[in-house]
């Protein structure tokens, strides 16, 4: 199971590849320090579901395995100012669900993500969204950033697509460093034997 969930967390996080050391801390600021949230984020407004559409990533992982990335679906709901998360996306034709909790930092649209199955917290920053159709979302693990473009439908506008760029250019990534993610396939549900519960008890 330790590898199914390597697997699984290197594609949904897309901040590390597997098997890489974390980089220790510099005595710089972290790079999702600077990224600001969306102003007056509303996490009632942001439940629901989205639909991972694009990640920008320097990960290694993706860039070798990016052809095998599934349809991969993400449900929020709010737990007081936190979020509980469930993902869904097939591996080897199955559907899965990986259940998880942005908890509270304390200030709005801002995340921490922490799981056993993880190698050290993943901070989570809700950069910008209309909550009616796309979000942008960053994520860190090991001082390493992805950006991330979800829609409530697809096709998604193009001018979401254009955010989407210029935040992946912000983050000094490249175009060759976007992953598109298939637009069918999607899981909606998952049966008992395929849920990965992340959220600490």
């Known amino acids: 199971m330790l590898s199914l969930e390597?697997?699984?967390?290197?594609?949904?996080?897309?901040?590390?590849s597997l098997g890489q050391r974390a980089q220790k801390p510099s005595g710089s600021m972290?790079?999702?320090?600077?990224?600001?949230?969306?102003?007056n984020f509303d996490v009632q407004q942001f439940a629901g579901t989205w639909l991972l559409v694009a990640v920008g990533s320097a990960c290694r992982f993706l860039q070798e395995q990016g052809y095998r990335a599934e349809a991969t679906t993400l449900h929020t709901a709010p737990q007081g100012a936190a979020m509980a998360v469930s993902t869904f996306r097939k591996l080897d034709g199955i559907c899965w669900q990986i259940r998880q909790l942005f908890g509270v930092t304390g200030v709005p649209g801002r995340f921490l993500l922490q799981a056993p199955g993880l190698r050290g917290p993943v901070h989570v920053v809700v950069a910008e969204t209309d909550y009616q159709s796309f979000a942008v979302l960053y994520l860190e693990q090991a001082r390493k950033l992805s950006v991330k473009l979800y829609a409530r439908s697809l096709p998604v506008s193009d001018s979401a697509l254009?955010?989407?760029?210029?935040?992946v250019r912000g983050a000094n990534l490249t175009e060759d460093q976007i992953f598109f993610f298939p637009k069918y396939g999607f899981c909606k549900t998952s049966d008992q034997f395929h849920i990965l519960n992340e959220i600490q008890r």
């Not at 390597?6 to 590390?16: E, G, I, K, R, Y």
């Not at 254009?162 to 935040?167: D, I, L, M």
């Open 6 to 16: 390597a697997v699984f967390f290197t594609l949904l996080l897309t901040a590390s």
């Open 30 to 39: 972290s790079p999702i320090s600077t990224i600001q949230a969306q102003a």
């Open 162 to 167: 254009n955010v989407f760029e210029q935040r």
